[in-house]
Nanobody, 129 residues
Framework: QVQLVESGGGLVQAGGSLRLSCAAS????????VGWFRQAPGKEREFVAVINWSGGSTYYGDSVKGRFTISRDNAKNTVYLQMNSLKPEDTAVYYC??????????????????????WGQGTQVTVSS
């Protein structure tokens, strides 16, 4: 069974850093774009970042540009989200998700959750002020 498993969440003070990991089991996702989304209580799910299959192209949501970095290690079947200069408003459950079409280039729709067909269970990130 194919699964995505996020890890690395936790409690951090404002201004601190965390690195989230998204590991795939049961399927290699080195041919697929992978994105991160987040959802805070009472709010809509929000796009955070996406990386294409090779790692050569990335795209970020406006609220995290300049603070978060997405990367991948296809040999380890893992995608990372390095989060720096964290703010209380970054508090949310963070989800990774993989697109369903191999070698698809990033597009204007890459920030849409509908482009992704495999989701992890999420990891909680809490930033205290």
């Amino acid at each position: 069974q194919v699964q995505l498993v996020e890890s690395g969440g936790g409690l951090v003070q404002a201004g601190g850093s965390l690195r989230l990991s998204c590991a795939a089991s049961g399927r290699t996702f080195s041919s697929y774009a992978v994105g991160w989304f987040r959802q805070a209580p009472g709010k809509e799910r929000e796009f955070v970042a996406v990386i294409n299959w090779s790692g050569g192209s990335t795209y970020y949501g406006d609220s995290v540009k300049g603070r978060f970095t997405i990367s991948r290690d296809n040999a380890k079947n893992t995608v990372y989200l390095q989060m720096n200069s964290l703010k209380p408003e970054d508090t949310a459950v963070y989800y990774c998700a993989a697109q369903g079409y191999a070698f698809r280039p990033l597009s204007a729709n890459s920030d849409s959750a509908q482009m992704y067909d495999l989701w992890g269970q999420g990891t909680q990130v809490t930033v205290s002020s």
